[in-house]
Structures are given as C-alpha cells and as structure tokens.
C-alpha cells in the first residue's frame, strides 16, 4: 500500500497488486479488486476463483457471472464454465447450465469442451457425453478425461458398454501395463507417477 499509494486510488494495477498481498482479509481483497474489476472486467474471474477457492459458491458464481457478461473473452469464460455448469444443475438451473456449456463448447478449448461433456454427464446423456470427452481426447491428445469419464460410468451404472473404449486406452497411459507395488518395493521416492490426494470408490 504504501509504494503504490500515490496511484491507488485510481491504477487498477495498483489496486489488484495490493489485493494479492491481502488475500487473508476477504471484505478488503474484495473491496480492491472489485473496483479494479470495474474498469477492466477481466478481474472479476479472479475475484470468481478467489471465493471459489474459499467455496463461497454464491459469490464466486456472481462474480464469474460478471465476467461473462462485460468480458469479452470468451476463452477465458469456457475456464470458468465447469464450476457454473455444476454450480446452476446443483440449483435446478438446468437451462443457464446448458447454456453455459454450450457456449464454452463452441470456445473449443479443452476445458469448454469438458464443461460441455459434464454438462452431458450429469444429465444423464452419456452417449452424447463420451462423443465431447472424446473430442477433447481428438483435438488435445488427451484420453484422460475420456477414460476418467468411463470409469465413472460404469461405477455409477454397472453397465460395461464403455469397457472396450477403456481398456483400448490403458496401453497408452501405462505403456508398461499396470504395475502391482506394495511398499517394501519402494527404497526412495519415486521419480515417477500419479499422486493420489484423496480416497474414492475407484481406488478399491
């Protein structure tokens, strides 16, 4: 604050750098980047990650709404969709969810089109939903949100119909197969691999 008071009260530079040192007092982080968001609509998406990291949904939905509507970039909107597509369905607001999905699709970004698979997903059309995860896996040589999404599928079904697409694909990811390991075989940390952060069904 004191090296850029000269210009604070009117630099949106200024006001977002002195927000970022402040981000454990939540009313005055927002207070700053708010009205730094106000010339440059940009920042509203970092007040929406802001509160989404805090799962302040409410807010962090407003303020993404914000930069959808006076943001003109659109990529930057199809980053956000995925949590508005979840945030509106978890609402009973399946239309704006959809709409937001389709929008972030038509972006064609990895994450507009993933935002427009869950959308599928979640609403029960999983047809459509392996077509978009595997358009991901087409236009970013991708294949994990696409083997991700089958191996959901058939925990929550018990349907097989999506075995085949998987298992023609755990080659590429594990070219060496799937290695069985306990922890007498590991002598230091391991170089490689998938960190795992949290305990699901899909672990046993």
Same mark, same amino acid.
């Given at each position: 604050? &004191?090296?850029?008071?000269?210009?604070? +009260?009117?630099?949106?530079?200024?006001?977002?750098?002195?927000?970022? #040192?402040?981000?454990?007092? +939540?009313? /005055?982080?927002?207070?700053?980047?708010? /009205?730094?968001?106000? !010339?440059?609509?940009? /920042?509203?998406?970092?007040?929406?990650?802001?509160?989404?990291?805090?799962?302040?949904?409410?807010?962090?939905?407003?303020?993404?709404?914000?930069?959808?509507?006076?943001?003109?970039?659109?990529?930057?909107?199809?980053?956000?969709?995925? =949590?508005?597509?979840?945030?509106?369905?978890?609402?009973? &607001?399946?239309?704006?969810?959809?709409?937001?999905?389709?929008?972030?699709?038509?972006?064609?970004?990895?994450?507009?089109?993933?935002?427009?698979?869950? =959308?599928?997903?979640?609403?029960?059309?999983?047809?459509?939903? =392996?077509?978009?995860?595997?358009?991901?896996?087409?236009?970013?040589? @991708?294949?994990?949100?696409?083997?991700? =999404?089958?191996?959901?599928? $058939?925990?929550?079904?018990? @349907? #097989?119909?999506?075995?085949?697409? *998987?298992?023609?694909?755990? !080659? $590429? *990811?594990? !070219?060496?197969?799937?290695?069985?390991?306990? *922890?007498?075989?590991?002598?230091?940390?391991?170089?490689?691999?998938?960190?795992?952060?949290?305990? #699901? @069904?899909?672990?046993?």
């Amino acid at each position: 604050q &004191e090296m850029y008071k000269l210009v604070l +009260p009117y630099a949106t530079y200024a006001m977002a750098a002195v927000a970022d #040192t402040i981000q454990d007092q +939540p009313d /005055r982080y927002e207070e700053l980047m708010a /009205r730094a968001a106000a !010339p440059d609509p940009a /920042r509203y998406y970092n007040l929406g990650e802001y509160f989404q990291t805090r799962q302040m949904d409410d807010k962090a939905a407003m303020y993404f709404e914000k930069g959808n509507e006076l943001c003109s970039d659109s990529v930057s909107a199809s980053y956000h969709a995925s =949590f508005l597509v979840k945030y509106y369905l978890k609402k009973g &607001e399946t239309q704006k969810a959809q709409s937001v999905a389709d929008e972030a699709a038509e972006v064609y970004s990895s994450v507009g089109l993933e935002a427009k698979a869950e =959308f599928l997903e979640a609403t029960g059309k999983y047809a459509e939903a =392996f077509d978009w995860y595997a358009k991901v896996e087409d236009r970013y040589s @991708d294949s994990s949100p696409l083997m991700a =999404f089958c191996l959901r599928y $058939k925990a929550k079904t018990g @349907d #097989t119909q999506f075995d085949a697409e *998987l298992n023609g694909r755990v !080659p $590429k *990811l594990f !070219p060496k197969g799937v290695e069985k390991a306990s *922890l007498t075989d590991f002598q230091s940390a391991p170089v490689d691999g998938v960190l795992i952060k949290e305990e #699901t @069904d899909l672990l046993t």
